[in-house]
């Protein structure tokens, strides 16, 4: 089993930045690619970034090309999203999850373990 925790969501005004982190523990970090995704009320959940298992190969949605960042460091099991010029539309609860691959996919049927969320608001 794989457990995943993030942390670092809150409250922000329009414009301003978070730094989402995702603390995995259990069995292999290292060899996986890792995912953020995020679900707004009302929505489905939706792709917002991906990093192969290196941390050399990254995908991001094109609503977050240009202000987010997502970064690993496999010594602490830890992946990264750096949220910068955050608008009210990003206001969603974000998920870290683990995919079956080394890839950066995008699909969410492509990610086997999945964390509990943080909730991320931006007022306008």
């Not at 683990?98 to 943080?118: E, I, K, M, N």
């Amino acid at each position: 089993q794989v457990q995943l925790v993030e942390s670092g969501g809150g409250l922000v005004q329009a414009g301003g930045s978070l730094r989402l982190s995702c603390a995995a523990s259990g069995r292999t970090f290292s060899g996986y690619g890792m995912g953020w995704f995020r679900q707004a009320p009302g929505k489905e959940r939706e792709f917002v970034a991906a990093l192969n298992w290196s941390g050399t190969s990254t995908n991001y949605a094109d609503s977050v090309k240009g202000r987010f960042t997502i970064s690993r460091d496999n010594a602490k099991n830890t992946v990264y999203l750096q949220m910068n010029s955050l608008k009210p539309e990003d206001t969603a609860v974000y998920y870290c999850a683990r995919g079956f691959t080394g890839a950066p996919l995008r699909d969410v049927s492509q990610y086997r373990y999945w964390g509990q969320g943080t909730q991320v608001t931006v007022s306008s």
